[in-house]
């Protein structure tokens, strides 16, 4: 009877996840994670709200992003919660962990939601010292600031919030701002990026708190105060927002890519041409391509395109295009005479028609960098590079309809791409270029 009892019991617990699964609400989540056991209003933490915060970037530019809060719990004087955020942006998925602070936001007597003041803010033990409540999802150290670790941040910026009301955060931008910090003992020369190396990790903290603090306001504890009503309104705008622009973008669709040559485009073959030539499948240079200066913004962003650069570090820092990954060609990929000489470094050697592998793992390496299989946007200074590895893929067995030269650099100086052009001509880079544990074939 026991062993009959728990065959049914197991049944109903895998049953129930599945019926969740299909098109809930975050009403229907918190209803189901609360309600269901028939405890009461209170008695458990749960809650799943998503909320907007102003993210900001490492050149200060903002953009409204989304956090979640997975767990509230009302307290008599208190609220806790944890809310889950994202640092910085720009990282790759494979290392850009999501943040949880721990963060406990008072219920003054006053009602008003001003004079509620942080009591706990943490990214690892809860006010009690007895629970996890959060983590640290940033670099540590950042990779701009060695010295500049989460341990520093946490002994020396994040006590600066205790105690601290919504009403002497809410003006403040950065933590530039923050100016009876910056003026106290010792702190004389305080940087923004004292802290982290990085705009993105202390000012973020501060955008996080004070997205949470528009949270904390929706709660009916501050219902007759106008302040909180109006930080209701505007958290409202801000998830009606996004949650249109997530609307229009799941309705249109990405626009559909073109073949990567336009055939209704004509080019010299040769300089000294008199009649152009009609462009046609198969010849790989930026002139015929069909995503060019005048169409990319329309296909920048898309998660089935990798956008690479191919020029190499020292100009890919001085300029390009935001969210351009940089593999440098003539670094890194091919070198004529890189099958007769050990002391480079490149993957091929011989010519981009009939490429010569330099390793034993050269294909293999070229496909980790370019993915078989996946629309790949190739660009570098004027698309020169680009030619000459689309015709190396191609020689390597890559399906060429899903290679698109986009051209270089020089022609993205229009006005419409200064907003996406990255432009630091102070920085300075000198690259040693080489490979690690590779079963080099001797030369022939």
């Known amino acids: ?7 049914i019991l197991l049944c109903l ?41 102003d993210h900001i970037d490492g050149p200060k530019d903002e953009d409204l992003f989304y956090a979640f809060v997975p767990f509230k719990y009302v307290a008599r004087s208190y609220i806790k919660y944890q809310v889950t955020f994202i640092s910085c942006t720009c990282r790759s998925a494979d290392v850009n ?38 983590f640290w999802g940033d670099s540590n150290p950042p990779p701009t600031a060695p010295n500049a670790t989460y341990e520093k941040v946490k002994a020396e910026m994040i006590p600066y919030y205790i105690g ?11 933590i530039d701002d923050f100016t009876d910090y910056s003026e106290g003992e010792g702190r004389a020369d305080l940087k923004v990026d004292a802290f982290t190396g990085a705009t993105v990790s202390s000012n973020n903290i501060l955008r996080i708190v004070q997205a949470l603090y528009a949270y904390h306001a929706t709660d009916s504890f501050f219902d007759g105060d106008a302040k909180a009503a109006e930080l209701r309104q505007v958290f409202e705008a801000k998830k009606e927002v996004v949650a249109s622009s997530a609307a ?42 069909a995503i060019n200066s005048e169409n990319l913004r329309q296909y920048l962003g898309r998660t089935d395109v990798k956008y690479i650069d191919l020029r190499d570090y020292a100009d890919y820092a001085k300029k390009h295009l935001r969210n351009f990954e940089c593999i440098p060609y003539f670094a890194l990929i091919f070198n004529a005479e890189a099958c007769n000489d050990a002391s480079l470094p490149q993957l091929y050697g011989g010519t981009v028609d009939d490429p010569i592998p330099v390793y034993a793992e050269s294909d293999e390496l070229l496909e980790a960098l370019f ?16 030619n000459n590895m689309m015709k190396l893929l191609s020689a390597r067995g890559w399906d060429m309809s899903k290679i698109y030269n986009i051209g270089g650099m020089a022609h993205y100086a229009g006005a419409e791409y200064r907003d996406i052009v990255t432009d630091t001509p102070e920085i300075a880079i000198n690259a040693t270029y080489s490979f690690e544990g590779l079963t080099r074939i001797a030369p022939k």
């Open 248 to 289: 229009a973008a799941v309705a249109a669709g990405e626009v559909e890519l073109p073949a990567p040559v336009d055939t209704t485009k004509t080019y010299k073959a040769n300089k000294d041409d008199t009649v152009e030539t009609v462009c046609e499948p198969g010849n790989f240079g930026p002139t015929c391509s």
């Open 371 to 386: 993915p078989k299989g996946q629309t790949i946007f190739l660009m570098c200074q004027s698309g020169g590079r680009v």
């Open 97 to 134: 962990v999501w943040s949880t602070a721990y963060v406990e936001l008072t219920l003054p007597s006053s009602g008003k939601i001003e004079d509620s003041a942080i009591r706990t803010l943490s990214f690892d033990a809860d006010s009690t010292g007895h629970y996890l409540g959060g």
């Open 13 to 53: 617990l895998l049953v129930v996840p599945v019926a969740l699964a299909d098109g809930l609400s975050v009403g229907d989540v918190n209803d189901f994670l609360n309600n269901s056991a028939k405890l009461g209003e209170g008695s458990k933490a749960n809650q799943v709200a998503v909320i907007p915060f």
């Open 1 to 7: 009877m026991f062993k009959r009892f728990l065959a």
């Open 164 to 174: 601290k009301t919504y009403g002497q955060l809410m003006g403040y931008s950065t």
